[in-house]
């Protein structure tokens, strides 16, 4: 039976909980232990899949289909676990779960109430798996005292109320802010949030406390006095570099120790901290840097994009470079030459999104970098808009467009080169989808295979002929339209497995141009970097030497 870490949050939001749950789950990986990482959220969305990405951020893909919280990137990265459908809930499934069990009569005509039908329907969410790893990781979404987290909290109240005593504990992220007009670290935000939190039956076994400004020792004594808590089990967190210097960072001041002593585990295994040397070894010693364009439609906030920087990143230490991502507007491409924008860039990236706003500067990008002979990188919605070049200015096909943006006009002005996916392939059985359907959940979701052609860049890449990736989108490439652009260059060089579907394309007499429908950033990992990625800005690399 898995031991529960609850990790909860205080005084403001984005204080780092994800990536504080995402380094403790790799520092217990180090000394030997297995973990599992779960996102309870508080808003009512069934999952983030509707949400716009100004809203709430990319939406993070699991291999069994799940569109969940970004935080769920920050576990796969840090512990290679992957994450599946039960790693994520909201209180809109939780609440969905409840009805449809009234509707079905499931209570036996009982008063469905917040206690206990939807806390017991959290903590039955809290099992699911609790006998497959040493330790469960769970983070609470937004902060103690907000209304719409009180069944969250009220759960694991009862959750760790009802198990063996030792078997839960809970962890508290909270702010200590600097006063500059006075040199102070004030710890009374800190002493009032746990104050808060006890308020509801809850006492936090360890504290990490987000600091500008290093915390005295006498500070750390007050907040462990005040606020009921061990003197060592007071974690300063302090503003890194890189996200990746976490897990050291982490395990210097005390964390996964204070983790340990609050289960009593006791010798605690030797931490094996190799990989994440390695990995901050690759990120401080780069030889070289380039940089890299992202031509897309949600460029005012990087966390739409969050998987792709850090898929580059990635991709950078493979190489031992660092890379320099630059944010551009696609519609700026609308009404401006692209030439004074992208020139001194070593690589393009555009990925995806939905809708036609900004699509024609995503084309245009993509013509640059086939007429310059800079390495690209299309995913999802960036290799449809490659085919959809190659279409219009190699295949001669003027008027070559997707049936999305169609749909969007209400009237037909494109020769469908993308046209909404009907139907696939899931496993044994096959999928239908119709235009007026639900917008969540609906989509090709999760992991499919596909077979790469031979000798093609993207089998050298991966080093196989067979590869599963992940997907999330409803326009497909028309196969129809596939011998018309192979005679121009453009090689479908990855399929389904029946043929039907094209996963990936590549322009055959360029250095590298690919394009891919599925979205390689969300298998990345700082210590396995997705090969595409790798082989991307190798591409990189070597165009960077050659300017």
Same mark, same amino acid.
């Given at each position: 039976?898995?031991? !529960? ?14 990536? @504080?749950? *995402? ?31 100004? $809203? ?18 920050? %576990? ?25 069990? $009234? ?17 017991? $329907? ?41 198990? &063996? ?15 500059? *007009? ?8 800190? /002493? ?20 500008? /400004? ?16 061990? &003197? ?13 210097? @976490? ?14 002593? #609050? ?36 460029? /005012? ?23 320099? @991502? ?49 390495? %690209? ?12 070049? #190659?279409?219009?200015?190699? #295949? ?12 969007? #006009? ?51 890449? !991966? ?38 579907? &094209?996963?990936?394309?590549?322009? $055959?007499?360029? &250095?590298?141009?690919?394009?891919? /429908? ?20 190798? @591409? *990189? ?7």
């Amino acid at each position: 039976m898995a031991r !529960y870490v609850f990790i909860t949050g205080g005084v403001v939001s984005s204080l780092g909980k994800g990536l @504080a749950s *995402a380094a403790l789950g790799a520092l217990l990986q180090a000394r030997g232990f297995t973990v599992r990482l779960r996102k309870l959220d508080p808003y009512l969305n069934i999952d983030p899949g509707t949400m716009s990405p100004f $809203e709430h951020g990319e939406v993070f893909v699991t291999d069994d289909g799940a569109e969940t919280d970004l935080d769920l990137g920050h %576990y796969e990265r840090f512990t290679g676990v992957p994450a599946r459908k039960t790693d994520s809930i909201s209180s809109g499934r939780i609440y969905m779960n409840v009805l449809e069990k $009234e509707r079905r009569g499931d209570y036996l005509g009982k008063t469905i109430q917040v206690i206990p039908h939807v806390t017991n $329907e959290i903590k039955d969410f809290l099992s699911i798996g609790d006998d497959e790893v040493d330790f469960m990781l769970c983070e609470i979404g937004g902060t103690v005292g907000d209304i719409e987290g009180l069944p969250f909290f009220e759960a694991i109240r009862q959750f760790a109320h009802e198990r &063996p005593r030792g078997q839960c504990i809970f962890m508290h992220l909270t702010l200590l802010p600097y006063l500059a *007009a006075s040199g102070e670290l004030k710890t009374k935000p800190t /002493q009032h949030s746990v104050k808060e939190l006890r308020s509801i039956g809850i006492a936090p076994d360890v504290l990490v406390c987000r600091s500008e /400004q290093p915390i005295p020792e006498k500070e750390r004594a007050k907040i462990a006095l005040f606020c009921n808590v061990r &003197p060592e089990a007071v974690i300063p967190a302090y503003d890194l570099k890189s996200i990746y210097g @976490a897990p050291l960072a982490y395990h210097a001041v005390g964390l996964d120790q204070a983790v340990l002593d #609050a289960f009593m585990i006791s010798p605690a295994p030797r931490p094996d901290l190799r990989r994440w040397e390695d990995v901050m070894d690759r990120l401080t010693h780069a030889e070289g840097e380039v940089r890299v364009a992202i031509v897309g439609k949600y460029t /005012q906030l990087e966390d739409a994009y969050k998987s792709i920087a850090e898929a580059l990143t990635h991709g950078g230490m493979a190489n031992r470079v660092r890379v320099r @991502a630059e944010w551009i507007d696609s519609e700026i491409f609308e009404r401006e030459d692209p030439s004074p924008h992208l020139e001194g860039f070593h690589a393009i990236l555009v990925p995806g999104g939905f809708g036609e706003r900004g699509t024609e500067g995503k084309i245009r990008a993509a013509t640059w970098a086939r007429e310059k002979k800079i390495p %690209y990188l299309g995913i999802c919605l960036g290799m449809q808009m490659a085919v959809i070049e #190659a279409a219009r200015n190699l #295949a001669g096909m003027t008027d070559a467009g997707s049936e999305e943006f169609d749909h969007e #006009a209400g009237a037909k002005r494109f020769t469908p080169v993308v046209y909404h996916l009907k139907e696939w392939v899931q496993g044994s059985h096959r999928v239908e989808r119709k235009p007026g359907d639900d917008k969540g959940g609906t989509m090709r979701l999760g992991a499919y295979d596909a077979h790469l052609a031979d000798a093609s860049l993207v089998a050298r890449a !991966y080093g196989t002929n067979r590869i599963e990736e992940r997907h999330r989108h409803r326009y497909e490439v028309d196969i129809a339209y596939r011998d018309r652009l192979e005679e121009c260059g453009l090689r479908f060089s990855g399929m389904s497995p029946d043929g039907r579907l &094209p996963e990936i394309v590549e322009h $055959e007499n360029h &250095p590298w141009f690919i394009g891919v /429908q599925f979205h390689p950033e969300l298998k990345s990992k700082p210590f396995a970097p997705h090969p595409l990625f790798a082989d991307f800005i190798r @591409a *990189a690399v070597e165009t960077s030497r050659l300017v």
